[in-house]
């Protein structure tokens, strides 16, 4: 998989808030990721992560956590799970814990494959959340890749855990964010599990899917755009 594709995929997933149909909402991301090599699973595909797998060998599977919502449906729930990261409590926020057992059930469903995960924004500090607060996706996801993931110094502490964990991760989960982009400049503080890597921002990318609620170059600095 070209480097470029994964933060596409991810990138898919906020389809999964527009209107219409479940049925409609992936078949827009087929229509989107069809001609790289890549399809949806739908069976395990819901509004909160969407799972792909490529079409020539489908035992190669990506799992991507959406971001925040900003839509206005349900979106109370995923900014209570934002404050709840700034908090570090997110052990105790049912959108984590959602999140990490949908993960965990997508993987037990297919016993064979072999899993990517990745994820932008809230998606992103989900994404970790979920790979160290369980072993057994530790021992079945091969790579995490998030992108511009918020982290707060609380939200990092809380992740601690053990050498034998770090030592798992270290290798295994990669944190992607651009120069400037204010929600993952927490990983400068505090460094997560895995390892940071940082990109210059492209220049003249549209708004992301914060809109209004973010400056106009704000937006464009989270954007997913900045990495493909």
Do not use: C, W
């Not at 490529?54 to 990506?62: E, R």
């Not at 990745?118 to 021992?139: C, E, P, Q, V, W």
């Not at 708004?207 to 106009?216: K, T, Y």
């Amino acid at each position: 998989m070209s480097e470029d594709l994964l933060p596409f995929l991810t990138q898919q997933t906020y389809k999964m808030v527009s209107k219409g149909s479940k049925k409609k909402r992936l078949a827009e991301i087929d229509n989107a990721v069809l001609g790289h090599g890549y399809r949806t699973v739908r069976n395990s595909s819901n509004r909160d992560m969407v799972t792909y797998e490529n079409i020539s060998d489908p035992s190669q599977k990506v799992i991507s956590h959406r971001g925040t919502d900003t839509s206005g449906k349900k979106t109370y729930k995923e900014i209570k799970a934002d404050l709840s990261l700034a908090l570090g409590l997110q052990d105790h926020d049912p959108e984590f814990k959602k999140r990490s057992n949908r993960t965990k059930a997508i993987v037990k469903k297919h016993p064979d494959d072999n899993f990517k995960l990745s994820g932008h924004s809230f998606g992103g500090s989900s994404a970790t959340h979920a790979i160290t607060s369980s072993s057994m996706l530790r021992g079945r996801i091969d790579s995490v890749d998030t992108y511009n993931a918020g982290f707060t110094p609380l939200f990092t502490n809380a992740l601690k855990h053990g050498s034998k964990v770090k030592k798992d991760l270290k290798d295994k989960v990669t944190h992607h964010r651009v120069l400037g982009d204010i929600v993952s400049e927490g990983i400068r503080v505090t460094k997560p599990v895995g390892k940071v890597m940082e990109h210059k921002a492209k220049d003249d990318l549209p708004d992301s899917v914060f809109g209004d609620n973010f400056s106009a170059r704000q937006g464009q600095i989270h954007s997913l755009e900045n990495f493909y």
